[in-house]
Antibody, heavy 124, light 107 residues
Framework: EVQLLESGGDLVQPGGSLRLSCVAS????????MTWVRQSPGKGLEWVSA???????????YYADSVKGRFTISRDNSKNTLYLQMNNLGADDTAVYYC??????????????WGQGTLVTVSS | DIQMTQSPSTLSASVGDRVTITCRAS??????LAWYQQKPGKAPNLLIY???SLQSGVPSRFSGSGSGTEFTLTISSLQPDDFATYYC?????????FGQGTKVEFK
């Protein structure tokens, strides 16, 4: 059974930083692309970032324009863990952040399994 | 970015009704479209991918159709467990975009 367990969500002040983690189990983590998707009441669901799985080529990363230059996605296949480093946070980044699996090693596909999410609140 | 517009935003229906939700893309996404169901406090759950392929374990009363810019999700006979919010997702580009959601509520 695929399981994705996010952690790291917290209350942070504007301009602050936070690192989210997602521990995966139930599948061969290294073989699949992974993404982060966030959901806030005002903006609905928003794709944030994606990282490719092992493809024989260097790892590829992708970002939404709204987070480019501020967020960094990474993975540690030895720990079956996905990360999202978030810097210079603003109120618009307040959301539940979901870790989501892609059914292929390429990041260019639909999203199949979702974690339960971790809440990030940016407020002073 | 490709914009996805769902209609209606809210749909009132009864158990046993046939329900259709539409998703329109601002430009062609070929057949690279998925549908999700989300219940309050829970993560979205994949129903349909590649416009019409049923995800494993999803009841056959759910079906999808369309290509290019117009897509539909149909529930052939609404069941009590189906009252939820539904989202479409285009993945024609790596910069995926979701529709704004359609809430299916009790009439």
């Amino acid at each position: 059974e695929v399981q994705l367990l996010e952690s790291g969500g917290d209350l942070v002040q504007p301009g602050g930083s936070l690192r989210l983690s997602c521990v995966a189990s139930g599948f061969t983590f290294s073989s699949y692309a992974m993404t982060w998707v966030r959901q806030s009441p005002g903006k609905g669901l928003e794709w944030v970032s994606a990282i490719s799985g092992e493809t024989g080529f260097p790892t590829s990363t992708y970002y939404a324009d709204s987070v480019k230059g501020r967020f960094t996605i990474s993975r540690d296949n030895s720990k079956n863990t996905l990360y999202l480093q978030m810097n210079n946070l603003g109120a618009d980044d307040t959301a539940v952040y979901y870790c989501v699996k892609v059914p292929f090693s390429s990041a260019w596909a639909y999203l199949d399994y979702w974690g339960q999410g971790t809440l990030v609140t940016v407020s002073s | 970015d490709i914009q996805m517009t769902q209609s209606p935003s809210t749909l009132s229906a009864s158990v046993g009704d046939r329900v259709t939700i539409t998703c329109r893309a601002s430009q062609s996404v070929s057949r690279w479209l998925a549908w999700y169901q989300q219940k309050p406090g829970k993560a979205p759950n994949l129903l349909i991918y590649e416009a019409s392929s049923l995800q494993s374990g999803v009841p056959s009363r759910f079906s999808g159709s369309g290509s290019g810019t117009e897509f539909t999700l149909t529930i052939s006979s609404l069941q009590p467990d189906d009252f939820a919010t539904y989202y479409c997702l285009q993945y024609n580009t790596y910069s995926r975009t979701f529709g704004q959601g359609t809430k299916v509520e009790f009439k």
